[in-house]
T-cell receptor, first 116, second 108 residues
Framework: GAGVSQSPSNKVTEKGKDVELRCDPI?????LYWYRQSLGQGLEFLIY????????KSGLPSDRFSAERTGGSVSTLTIQRTQQEDSAVYLC??????????????FGPGTRLTVL | KNEVEQSPQNLTAQEGEFITINCSYS?????LHWLQQHPGGGIVSLFM???GKKKHGRLIATINIQEKHSSLHITASHPRDSAVYIC??????????FGKGTRLSVIA
């Protein structure tokens, strides 16, 4: 079946512009995660959606970052007034949620954002 | 917050060598994940384990819960194994906490 998809694959924008990144999780996966990988840095958590629960936004680096997940499926990560330090690869992952299990996360191909 | 440390940061091996990458973490977890990231950037999950050992082809992952340590082994390494290998930990469905990765280059 289809894996996690993300769009666009690459985005170049000017400093100060807003951008929207999209993630389509695997059908039936109720958990959705956004991560970021800055150049030369490790992966860091941004935000986590699980079903109808309030999202865990504890990883968002500033209030310029926001995300929503409509209908429990597609998610959009929005960065307002982009800064050069926002340049990174933004990765989305999804997983099933089993009450007493550990759940493998499946990653999308990422969106490479470059802020000029 | 869990701290995840990997070693080595960089590793160069000759084709055919046995390779070991280590990962340690600071706080108890429910699962440890080994991920592979190729130069194009895509991430693939290799293993998710909570105890013991798992094997898939030439890859073996082990975990010692008491010592908070895991190892990823590659037997008979090949140039196509060249990638960044990332250790990550989770508790239940929590977001992953990642190590900084080990960059492996296998030379023919």
């Amino acid at each position: 079946g289809a894996g996690v998809s993300q769009s666009p694959s690459n985005k170049v924008t000017e400093k100060g512009k807003d951008v929207e990144l999209r993630c389509d999780p695997i059908s039936g996966h109720t958990a959705l995660y956004w991560y970021r990988q800055s150049l030369g840095q490790g992966l860091e958590f941004l935000i986590y959606f699980q079903g109808n629960s309030a999202p865990d936004k504890s990883g968002l680096p500033s209030d310029r970052f926001s995300a929503e997940r409509t209908g429990g499926s597609v998610s959009t990560l929005t960065i307002q007034r982009t800064q050069q330090e926002d340049s990174a690869v933004y990765l989305c992952a999804s997983s099933l949620v089993e009450p007493r299990g550990n759940n493998e996360q499946f990653f999308g191909p990422g969106t490479r954002l470059t802020v000029l | 917050k869990n701290e995840v440390e990997q070693s080595p940061q960089n590793l160069t091996a000759q084709e055919g060598e046995f390779i070991t990458i280590n990962c340690s973490y600071s706080v108890g977890i429910s699962a440890l994940h080994w991920l592979q990231q190729h130069p194009g950037g895509g991430i693939v999950s290799l293993f998710m384990l909570s105890s013991g050992k798992k094997k898939h082809g030439r890859l073996i992952a082990t975990i010692n819960i008491q010592e908070k340590h895991s190892s990823l082994h590659i037997t008979a390494s090949h140039p196509r194994d060249s990638a960044v290998y990332i250790c990550a930990v989770s508790s239940g469905n929590t977001p992953l906490v990642f190590g900084k990765g080990t960059r492996l280059s296998v030379i023919a």
